[in-house]
């Protein structure tokens, strides 16, 4: 027998798993949920809304008691105009995917905290106080959960981007959220380095390739994120502009005019923070798109969905328009990461 669940969208190493029989029931819910979507029929359980605002919200989600299944529930904010569908601590919701398991929401830029050392310094025979910027600081990147327990979302690592923009330092993604307060050994999930000679602007090109801008891949999806910010020599940079931010975009979106525009955004950002630097006002926060991805467990989800795992109670499968059956031996499960499973019978 042969099944396969959802599509590989993790590059995770793979573990493998020997077991004598495998049973999978998908139940028949997961397969009607899927096809009432297609077909344009109801998506939410009976006398529940099917939307908030523009947003269409699809059971196991919903956001009124006794429409949500457990750990999946919403909020829609119906004093805003139109009204808003937000998660956990309030991100903004954008679109539910049953056919792919993903949610989009409205990510924040991290920004980075700079410090300034005061100096005195002799400038066209004037004694004048200058102020030097410096970049050492930790924040935190949160879908909106920030560990709430039950709920199964993380951030997309196929689908999203870690881009930093500024100057001459190291933004890194680490797996703990506080890790300045944990005695747990840092976790790092990604690193970029913008570069510049301090007096950047917003790049001509979508390119975001190195110079005030930089993106990367994400090692390992998760609901929150540590952000790390670490300076550069800036022996040789005559003049620096104190602003770094970092961010979890969707890759699709950050792409062609999107990318520029979002690098514009900052660079004015960071124009209107050299200005106010010295009241030591922060810079303002922007919303960028990012995709996470939402799964059924298979033991917190025995209602929805029941896999005989034994002792890898633990895997998950993600596509909901997925249907198996197999029983049988000598069979080989095969985990790819947190989004994919597959099962093959060995030789």
């Not at 979002?262 to 798109?289: D, I």
């Amino acid at each position: 027998a042969h099944a396969t669940f959802g599509k590989p969208v993790s590059r995770m190493p793979e573990v493998t798993l020997l077991m004598p029989t495998l049973v999978v029931v998908l139940m028949a819910l997961e397969l009607l949920l899927v096809a009432t979507a297609v077909a344009g029929g109801p998506v939410a359980l009976p006398g529940c809304p099917e939307a908030c605002g523009s947003v269409t919200v699809p059971y196991p989600f919903g956001f009124r008691q006794g429409c949500f299944h457990k750990g999946f529930n919403l909020t829609c904010d119906e004093t805003r105009h139109p009204p808003k569908l937000l998660l956990g601590d309030g991100v903004e919701v954008d679109a539910i995917s049953l056919a792919d398991g993903t949610m989009r929401v409205e990510g924040k830029t991290v920004n980075g905290a700079f410090t300034f050392a005061d100096n005195l310094t002799t400038l066209a025979g004037n004694r004048n106080r200058m102020s030097k910027p410096s970049l050492n600081s930790n924040g935190s990147w949160s879908s909106g959960l920030m560990g709430a327990g039950g709920q199964r979302l993380a951030v997309s690592t196929e689908r999203n981007v870690f881009v930093a923009y500024g100057c001459n330092f190291i933004a890194y993604l680490v797996a703990d959220p506080d890790p300045a307060g944990s005695s747990r050994r840092t976790e790092y999930v990604s690193a970029c380095t913008p570069l510049c000679d301090g007096n950047f602007t917003a790049a001509e090109t979508s390119s975001c390739s190195g110079i005030s801008c930089c993106q990367t891949t994400i090692a390992r999806g998760l609901p929150t994120y540590g952000v790390q910010f670490r300076d550069l020599d800036q022996t040789d940079v005559k003049e620096r502009r104190p602003f770094g931010a970092a961010v979890i975009v969707d890759r699709e979106w950050f792409a062609g005019i999107n990318a520029t525009i979002m690098q514009m955004e900052l660079a004015t950002n960071s124009v209107f923070y050299e200005y106010r630097r010295y009241g030591r006002t922060s810079p303002s926060v922007m919303s960028v798109p990012t995709v996470l991805e939402w799964w059924l467990d298979v033991e917190g989800d025995r209602d929805l969905a029941w896999l005989d795992l034994h002792s890898a109670s633990g895997l998950r499968c993600k596509s909901l328009n997925s249907f198996a059956s197999a029983v049988g031996t000598g069979l080989t499960a095969v985990y790819t990461g947190p989004q994919q499973c597959t099962q093959q019978r060995t030789k």
